[in-house]
């Protein structure tokens, strides 16, 4: 018998529902079994589930909410009425509109986060009015949810 012809005897047993086959040639005999199939018990086991908070734009509103008074650099007392423009997205921090000292009002663009790979572009805008007094990120740096971006003097 010759190796081709062994090769298809095991493809035409493997393909049917013979479990063995005996095969007697010039003196050669041949056997061809297939494996028992091996049962695997599956076990069930509860996959806990998690609610993941969509709103964004109510999360960042809550850490801004949470921000306390800090100290002004120059006259070391403290400044009331800052506000910390925090990023609600995950990504890289593009095309800054405003710089320090600038005026800006409730809803204006201040930045963008963009996630390149996603080909994701989201705005960021400034949820009061009042005047820029430090910008924490540089263009092109990460940056990670609830990180804060910008630091305004509420009016």
Not at 4 to 33: A, P
Request: proline share 5%; hydrophobic share 40%; with cysteine.
């Amino acid at each position: 018998m010759k190796l081709h012809e062994i090769r298809e005897l095991i493809k035409l047993v493997d393909q049917s529902s013979i479990e063995e086959l005996e095969i007697e040639n010039d003196g050669v005999q041949i056997t061809f079994k297939k494996a028992t199939p091996v049962i695997e018990e599956s076990v069930e086991s509860e996959v806990p589930v998690f609610e993941v908070e969509t709103t964004f734009g109510e999360a960042a509103t809550a850490l801004e909410a949470q921000v306390q008074e800090i100290e002004h650099p120059e006259t070391a007392a403290p400044i009331e009425n800052l506000v910390s423009i925090v990023s609600p997205w995950v990504g890289v921090f593009s095309n800054p509109t405003i710089s320090v000292g600038e005026r800006v009002e409730e809803g204006q663009l201040l930045c963008h986060c963009s996630v390149e790979t996603l080909k994701l572009f989201h705005e960021i805008k400034s949820s009061v009015s009042g005047e820029v007094v430090e910008v924490l990120t540089a263009e092109g740096e990460l940056i990670e949810y609830g990180q804060p971006l910008f630091v305004i003097k509420a009016d």
